[in-house]
């Protein structure tokens, strides 16, 4: 069980992280440019940003490799909990697609938010929350199914599923709290 837990949240961070670096870094040209769809409201809005998909997207693939250079020395601490060998299997294309596909995810989201006629920033329960998982698995399973198939398990994908919220919200608070979100979610 707590084996599940831990391998859930360890292969979760870099696409988790994705989003919250976008937040803290981004900024600028919206990637709609400012165009309105079909139903002359934003296509994106104003909160997807280049500088956040970019940024956000490195620095998802820089801490997964950070996570890879650090299991070894993380990994004795777990030893009773958890398969080390576990620990330090990310593959290269993931590192790219899990952070990358979490914001494209949570793109596509903005873009059906927008047709819902959702302003910029509010809140979409459910789909806020669970935007990036399946951004970072669509992405990660046509690019590298193999690794996707083997990693997440069908208890570690539950567990994701059901530990996420309680994540998201308490980084979505911290983002309002410092000033970075307009809303605590
Ligand atoms: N952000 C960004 N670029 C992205 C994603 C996020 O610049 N690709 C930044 C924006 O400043 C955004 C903030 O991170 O306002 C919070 O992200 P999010 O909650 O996803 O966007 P919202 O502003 O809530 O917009 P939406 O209603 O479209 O989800
Ligand atoms: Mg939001």
């Known amino acids: 069980m707590i084996d599940v837990i831990i ?4 292969l979760m961070i870099p696409a988790g992280l994705a989003n919250p670096s976008a937040a803290l870094l981004g900024g600028g040209a919206p990637i709609d440019f400012g165009k309105r769809f079909s139903d002359n409201r934003r296509i994106l809005g104003d909160g997807k940003t280049y500088r956040g998909l970019v940024l956000g ?4 693939t820089f801490i997964g490799t950070l996570q890879i250079f650090l299991a070894p020395y993380i990994a004795p601490y777990l030893a009773g909990f958890v398969d080390p060998q576990l620990l330090v299997g990310y593959s290269p294309i993931a590192l790219i697609t899990m952070p ?3 914001l494209a ?3 596509a989201k903005s873009f059906f938010k927008r047709r ?3 302003e910029r920033g509010a809140m979409f329960p459910v789909a806020d929350q669970l935007d990036f998982v399946a951004g970072a698995w669509i992405l990660t399973m046509i690019a590298d199914p193999k690794w996707l198939l083997a990693n997440f398990t069908l208890w570690v ?3 994701v599923i059901i ?3 309680v994540f998201h919200v308490a980084f979505n608070i911290a983002g309002y709290k410092l000033g970075k979100k307009d809303v605590p979610w």
């Open 100 to 102: 990358f596909g979490a």
């Open 7 to 10: 391998l859930a949240i360890w």
């Open 157 to 159: 994908a539950l567990t």
């Open 163 to 165: 530990i996420i919220p």
């Open 57 to 60: 997207s490195l620095s998802g």
């Open 116 to 118: 819902l006629g959702f």
């Open 105 to 107: 995810g949570d793109i």
